[in-house]
């Protein structure tokens, strides 16, 4: 990790929270949700019933990467029937709407998830899954695990947990559907901004960078 | 006729090896790393030891040596010897048995990957678990994998002054934290 110069955290001992809130800034990441206002009056008719119908159907591609997966089958099935409210598995990126990402990623998943994450087309979302993914949760010693996944890639929602229970999965499933139809969620074309911030901070992580230069899909 | 004790008399009569029994169905045996696989061979053929559970690796740092262990079982018997090698740890190279037992390819892999003993002799890519890893292997203990994943991968701020519970909870009540609990305090 290279130092911002302009970063006033030391790293030994215990910060201010002058010093927290600093580190909050240099960390937050380019494609966040809280500064958009697009609430039901702001927005076009069009939009809204477009934003309507994109809530209810969330074709997810469960992108199996740690111990997460295991909830998904028991969200899926007959008992709390996610399909109810229109989330259902989508065979390929192309087709999905949802990255769900399940636990941890190592740095060699980590590329993969990058590349599916960039075939998916708008509107896309992204949904992690567990406490390894907001901080790395039980492997945040590991030599080979990332430990903040917005920083490689836009997450829309995360489902905190270790591992959740299907109830909190579906929540989170909620919570999106209301980010979507206030107009709030999907980071695709943040992330096409911001592509050289994030690009940087993969290739801090992936070193044996073969990526195609143009990302223009 | 006390099975073990057996296999303890034909090991010495074969390699003059001293077997020691661990547990009530279990042996070690410590061997030149020459004979590592004479002895294997001997134990699968003659013996009925035809089960490879596991192959695993001990860094002695302090010695400059790495140990390696075959840990092999006869299904018969119910019977298990482990079979314990060292070997130098500046230059770290075994010999291949995986012509002797096809699974001990798999194990060699891993341990060339995450120790760097090279098998000469072993058929595999190079890469097993990590991609595109450059440095020491991760598994050996001169390895600091903290202070690498401090440096590469970022945290997320806003636990910086977390507690130590037990250390908290001592401090109102005024007690003292035992001995065995100083190892993990965050300070």
Known sequence: MTENPNSKIKTIGIPTEEEIRQAQIDFSPRCTSAGRVNDKESQKIVRYILNFARKHSLFVLAYG???????????MTSRYDAERFGIRGAATPRQADILMI???LSTKTLKRVIRVYEQMQDPKYVLAFGSCTIN??????SYNTIKALDRYIPVDVY????????ESVIKGFMKLQELIQNGNAGNGECY????????????KVIKNWDFPDAYNW | MNNLENIIHKIKAAFHLEAQQKRDNQLRVDVDKNLVSSVLLYLKNQLGFI???HISCVDWIEDNQFELVYIIW?????LTVMLHTRIDRENPEMENIDTIWDQAHTYEREMREMYGIEFPGLEAPKEFILEDWSGIPPMRRDFDTKKYAQETYQTRPGRENARDVREELMKRSGEELPDFAKKYSRD
């Open chain 2, 74 to 78: 006869n299904p018969q018997t119910k």
């Open chain 1, 136 to 141: 790395g949760g039980m492997y945040h010693d």
């Open chain 1, 102 to 104: 399940t636990g941890y």
């Open chain 2, 51 to 53: 089960h490879l559970n």
């Open chain 1, 192 to 203: 096409r901004k911001n592509l050289d911030w994030y690009r940087a901070n993969q290739q």
């Open chain 1, 65 to 75: 990467t740690g111990c997460g997966a295991i909830e998904i089958p028991a969200t």
């Open chain 1, 159 to 166: 489902i905190a947990g270790c591992m959740p229970r299907p």
